[in-house]
């Protein structure tokens, strides 16, 4: 029912599971929306020889007239946490495909944390933190290349227009890191 009363519900339950958060910028400065609205998140979870994988899409509005929190929280059975809640080792390779094409890999990165990944910069096509050779090169191997399909042609489209070619170098020149 839409018009009762407000019930606020929490969860008691023993925390023996592993966890993960992550908070996907985006906006300005990125080809991606805020919050990686429309991103898919691949992440492996590693702890001792125990291995879990999972993946989630970056959605809004699953819920009437309302959305979850903007983060992106995953959790995982790998080598359960003692039921007092200490901490252990444990980590994960996470991936995020973002709506753009680009992709940001984060290794070693501890379970039972909340980490920040933001989308990377506009001309940043191969999604390493900088923006440089590396970036000419992939623009380089998707040349002309009209295959919207393809992650790598999407990367390297960066004004977007369709079509790969001398206006997407001059967005990297313009935006060189290093
Ligand atoms: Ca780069
Ligand atoms: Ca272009």
Known sequence: MHSGPLKLFR??????????????GGGS????????????????????????VMRRWVHSGSGYQSSSEPVVHLGFGVGNSPPDGSKRGG?????VL????????????ALDSRVAIAAPARADVDGDGTVGA???SAIMAAWGGMDRAQRSVRAADIDGDGVIDARDVLEVLSGWTH
Not at 11 to 24: A, F, I, K, M, S
């Open 29 to 52: 400065g990125s080809r991606c929306a805020p919050h990686g609205i429309g991103a898919v998140v691949e992440c492996e979870a590693l702890d001792g020889d125990a291995v879990e």
């Open 91 to 95: 980590s994960a390779r996470v991936r």
């Open 134 to 136: 590396g970036d000419l």
């Open 11 to 24: 969860n008691d339950t023993p925390r023996v599971g592993r966890w993960l958060q992550l908070e996907l």
């Open 98 to 109: 973002w709506p753009s094409g680009q992709t940001t890999v984060r290794d070693g990165v």
